[in-house]
């Protein structure tokens, strides 16, 4: 629990100097995860937690408005270390306010991006790699699966938002609490696809993906037939995320699966909740640059999958990526400039990404796997 009323010492709010920096959002939103690790479960837990996560999804100048809803009592915390002179001052006093104890950063919470990091990044990061130089939106999801939103809707966004091309990725029906499509799910959605490619494909096309479960020997939930029926299929890991447990045999054999394109957010960690899976990643990304595989990386905040030091490894393996949303909704498809500012802090080469190629260039390369 927390030392006192959780107010800080008077001498630590004096220490500034003009070229005092203020906390950033990520090394804020930090603290208080930190201290919310401190006490016990409760009313005062969650609120520490909820002011993290409205700190670490604002703006930079949205801080103030993200955390109005902070109940009386934690106001005065929340001022009082975003005033701290720096994160080396913020450190200490979240040091002192845990009763001395050094706080550690979870491995559930490294190398992620708060929302006010990506302008910065996407606007002294390589131009070629900004959102608005890529030509296709990939990994959205729609009412068919667990989206919400139908297809036409999330492709209408899609246009407006400048893209050339889209790629649904609903999910397939071994993940059944996202309500996966079967056999004959997937045929309705191909005519939906087919209409609206019949009568916009020039301003937009659309194609049809399909997000298969990997299984805990590596198999896929979708029988090869099936799967030959849409145009892109995304293996990914939903469940069986046991930590002790070395997962690169299991990849392995989803990536050499043929029809597979892309392996989706790789890792399958989430912020603040798992660290994601345990693998040989040297292994796994030298058999998908062999065989083809593009890796994801995947923009959607609560996943950023994969991250920069493993994007950075993939590229030095020779693979190829699609940087994705993840979208659920319309607003969601904006979660693709977290993909593009990864890509930047792991020096991604454009050629190296799917994302840019037109329509048809994309269309070879899918029908080449």
């Not at 906390?23 to 603290?31: D, K, M, Q, T």
């Not at 690790?37 to 700190?55: C, F, M, N, S, T």
């Not at 499509?181 to 009568?199: F, K, M, S, V």
Request: glycine share 6%; aromatic share 6%.
């Amino acid at each position: 629990m927390l030392v006192g009323d959780c107010s800080l010492p008077l001498k630590m709010k004096t220490e500034f100097s003009p070229r005092s920096v203020r906390p950033s959002n990520g090394a804020l939103a930090e603290a208080l995860f930190s201290l919310s690790e401190q006490e016990d479960p409760g009313d005062r837990r969650i609120a520490l937690l909820k002011a993290g996560y409205a700190v670490f999804d604002t703006t930079a100048d949205g801080r103030r408005a993200a955390l109005a809803k902070a109940p009386d009592w934690l106001r005065p915390l929340i001022d009082q270390l975003a005033a701290c002179p720096g994160e080396d001052a913020l450190s200490a006093a979240v040091q002192r306010l845990a009763a001395g104890s050094r706080p550690r950063r979870r491995a559930t919470r490294e190398r992620y991006l708060c929302r006010a990091e990506v302008p910065g990044i996407l606007e002294t990061g390589p131009a070629e790699l900004h959102p608005d130089r890529m030509r296709g939106a990939t990994h959205w999801h729609t009412t068919d699966s667990d989206g919400k939103t139908a297809v036409e809707s999330m492709a209408r966004t899609c246009q407006r938002g400048g893209y050339a091309w889209s790629m649904v990725t609903d999910h397939s029906r071994g993940l059944e609490v996202a309500s996966g499509l079967d056999a004959e799910g997937l045929r309705i959605q191909r005519r939906r696809i087919d209409r609206w490619n019949n009568r916009s494909a020039e301003d937009h096309r659309v194609f049809q993906g399909l997000e298969v479960e990997v299984l805990e020997d590596g198999a896929l939930d979708v029988p090869h037939g099936e799967r030959l029926e849409v145009e892109c299929v995304v293996a990914a890991v939903h469940r069986l995320f046991d930590p002790d447990r070395d997962q690169t045999e299991r990849l392995l054999r989803a990536v050499a699966t043929p029809g597979v394109h892309v392996l989706a957010h790789p890792r399958a960690r989430h912020f603040h909740n798992r660290p994601g899976l345990r693998a040989r990643w040297e292994v796994v990304f030298a058999a998908c640059a062999e065989l083809g595989v593009a890796l994801e990386i995947n923009g959607f905040p609560r996943r950023q999958d994969l991250d920069w030091d493993l994007a950075r490894l993939a590229v030095d393996a020779g693979c190829e990526f699609l940087l994705a949303s993840d979208a659920h909704a319309p607003r969601h498809l904006e979660f693709d400039r977290y993909a593009c500012a990864i890509a930047m802090k792991a020096e991604v080469p454009r050629e190296r990404i799917l994302n840019v190629m037109h329509g048809d260039e994309l269309e070879v390369w899918l029908a080449d796997r």
